[in-house]
């Protein structure tokens, strides 16, 4: 079965740290990647995506991830976090078949950020 | 304008109950989903909806019943409720072969 992991369960940082999230996942295909953050209390909101490409791709809030298809890896990166960083990330994966109406999403487990001020 | 929108954002009842939960999309989107998020922040999928049509239908209790007027619409209705229905709710939408989903806000629903 496909399956997306996330390294790490919880990370601490303190504030100007650089950050990466460490997201593989276990499927030889085509796929689609994506990095989602969920605030506290809140819901899920997209950061960035990969679909094909430059696979250095650059999202929101000074958030990157590089896509290495030969590591089945798809890492988050920012160079400096801040407090308000702060929150879940999720790794997120479509396996891309035909008539595919994205049944095939998954998410990793989750990554706890907390950056201290 | 909200593009995928929840009610109610909190819910709480008792075990045994009925209780429905109800999505709405503006998007235009052909797919609908709901998830549920444990206490430990882990998404599973339960149901997916392409224009109205059932399509996912992971492994959760009958108890569950999800139902899609139109294509705008995911409810969800949960029969019995039992204490380890207790989550987060999530429901999202997207386009078919999509670039990813939008998701609602949540409904927490908490069974006493």
């Known amino acids: 079965a496909q399956s997306v992991s996330q390294h790490n369960h919880h990370v601490i940082l303190s504030e100007a740290a650089s950050l990466e999230l460490g997201c593989n996942y276990s499927?030889?295909?085509?796929?689609?990647l994506f990095w989602y953050v969920q605030y506290p209390g809140q819901h899920l909101q997209l950061l960035l995506k990969?679909?094909?490409?430059?696979?250095l791709v650059k999202g929101i809030k000074g958030f990157e991830a590089e896509f290495i298809k030969s590591k089945f890896s798809f890492n988050l990166r920012k160079p400096s976090v801040q407090w308000s960083d702060t929150a879940e990330y999720f790794c997120?994966?479509?396996?891309?078949?035909?008539?595919?109406?994205?049944?095939?999403?998954?998410f990793g487990p989750g990554t706890r950020l907390s950056v201290l001020p | 304008d909200t593009a995928v929108s929840q009610t109610p954002k909190y819910l709480v009842t008792q075990m045994g109950n009925d209780k429905s939960i109800k999505c709405e999309q503006n998007?235009?989107?052909?797919?609908m989903y709901w998830y549920k998020q444990d206490s430990k922040k882990f998404l599973k999928i339960m149901f997916s909806?392409?224009?109205?049509?059932?399509?996912i239908n992971e492994t959760v209790p009958n108890r569950f019943s999800p139902k899609s007027p139109d294509k705008a619409h995911l409810n969800l209705h949960i029969n019995s409720l039992e204490l380890g229905d207790s989550a987060v709710y999530f429901c999202?939408?997207?386009?078919?072969?999509?670039?990813?989903?939008?998701f609602g806000s949540g409904t927490r629903l908490t069974v006493v």
């Open positions: 999202a939408s997207s386009q078919a072969l999509s670039a990813g989903y939008t």
């Open positions: 499927y030889g295909g085509t796929v689609n």
């Open positions: 990969y679909f094909s490409g430059d696979p």
């Open positions: 997120a994966v479509i396996i891309l078949h035909r008539d595919n109406y994205g049944q095939n999403f998954v």
């Open positions: 998007l235009g989107h052909d797919t």
């Open positions: 909806y392409n224009n109205k049509e059932l399509i």
